[in-house]
Structure formats: structure tokens, C-alpha cells
């Protein structure tokens, strides 16, 4: 087997208001496979993106799970086990002590690049490389890639990739491949819908 597989569009929009935390996950996404473009889930309307939202307060255990951003009947939610499945939150990006720090580059006035390689993967679930990307000036939001890496580097963590190379395991071929993870800050117009959908959280938990 040659090629490649990447996954894309697998985005988490993350809206903060106060004490309260609005998840966008979108809906949809595609694979590209030896060259071969595969639409893995399609919206109903191919030209509108399709979403499910969840909104959760800082008081709680418990969210809800909107369908839509004018659903009034939502299904509650467990916060944490959507943040350990869907925002990593138990997932410590930190590189591990086998890593060694091969180049440190600062790409612009505010974004530092670490990049770890390793002499020898005690298995194949370790990258051959792994890339920090730190910034100074992001805004301060509540959510965190690795809340230890940006206490020790006193930055915050906004991009990790960790590289794979072309390998074989058991007569079979694996292709390289990269896993990205990133924070960007959300164009304004993405909160369109999340006023509303405060509103029924708010008066569903009788606020």
C-alpha cells in the first residue's frame, strides 16, 4: 500500500462569555487517500457547514448538547468527558525525556518554534519529530493545548505537530504522516447563534 491519509476539517470553534463555555464541533470531513478524495459524513445542505453545540458553565459538571444553534430541546452533556474526547484535555503535549531539542527559531516577533527529535522510538507510537510553537501576545483564553507547558514556558502553546515517517509494521506499509493541533483565534462573525444559544442554556438550568 503507498500513499497518504490526512483527515481535515476536524475543527473545535471555542466561544468564552464570562463563566460559560460554547463548543462548535463541526460536522463533515474529509479524507485524501492514495490521491483519492473521500467525503467520510456530508452535511444535509452540501453548501452550509453543519454543527453541533455544546455549552457548559464553570459552576457545573454538566452541559448540554445542542443539534443546532436554535435547538430548544438539547440533551445534557458530561463536561469532562467532552473535553478529554473532543479538546484534550487530559492529553499532556509536552515532549517526553527520550526527546532531544535539535533547533529553537523564532519565526516572528511573537512565535517561537521548538522542534524535538528522537535517536531511538521505544515504539511506534512516538513522532520522529515534534514541533512547539509558542506565542507571547495570544489572547487570554481559559482553554489550554498543555496548561504545564505554558506554565513553564510562561507562553501560550498554540500549535503542536507531531511528524511520522514512512515505516512498515508486522509486512505491512505505514505512510508518514503529520498530526497537527492548533489554537487560532475565530473570526467575529463565527459567534453568530451563540447569544441564542446562551439564552436556552440559561433558562433550561433557570438562571
Do not use: W
Amino acid at each position: 500500500m503507498t500513499g497518504h491519509t490526512e483527515i481535515l476539517n476536524d475543527t473545535l470553534c471555542m466561544f468564552f462569555y464570562d463563566e460559560y463555555q460554547i463548543y462548535r464541533k463541526l460536522l463533515g470531513s474529509t479524507r485524501v487517500s492514495n490521491d483519492s478524495i473521500i467525503l467520510l459524513t456530508q452535511p444535509d445542505n452540501d453548501t452550509k457547514p453543519a454543527y453541533l453545540y455544546y455549552v457548559f458553565d464553570s459552576k457545573s459538571m454538566y452541559g448540554y448538547k445542542f443539534i443546532s444553534a436554535d435547538d430548544t430541546v438539547p440533551v445534557r452533556q458530561l463536561k469532562d468527558s467532552f473535553l478529554i474526547l473532543n479538546a484534550f484535555s487530559q492529553f499532556n503535549f509536552q515532549p517526553k525525556p527520550n526527546y532531544i531539542l535539535a533547533n529553537q527559531q523564532k519565526m516572528d516577533g511573537h512565535t517561537t518554534r521548538l522542534v524535538y527529535t528522537i535517536n531511538t522510538k521505544p515504539d511506534e507510537s512516538y513522532a520522529d519529530s515534534f514541533m512547539l510553537h509558542y506565542q507571547d501576545n495570544f489572547p487570554n483564553v481559559p482553554h489550554s493545548l498543555s496548561r504545564s507547558v505554558d506554565t513553564i514556558k510562561n507562553r501560550k502553546l498554540t500549535k503542536i505537530e507531531m511528524i511520522y515517517k514512512a515505516t512498515s509494521f508486522a509486512g505491512n506499509n505505514i505512510p508518514g504522516r503529520t498530526f497537527r493541533f492548533e489554537l487560532l483565534k475565530a473570526p467575529d462573525s463565527d459567534s453568530v447563534g451563540i447569544h441564542q444559544l446562551l439564552l436556552t442554556y440559561k433558562e433550561i438550568q433557570g438562571f
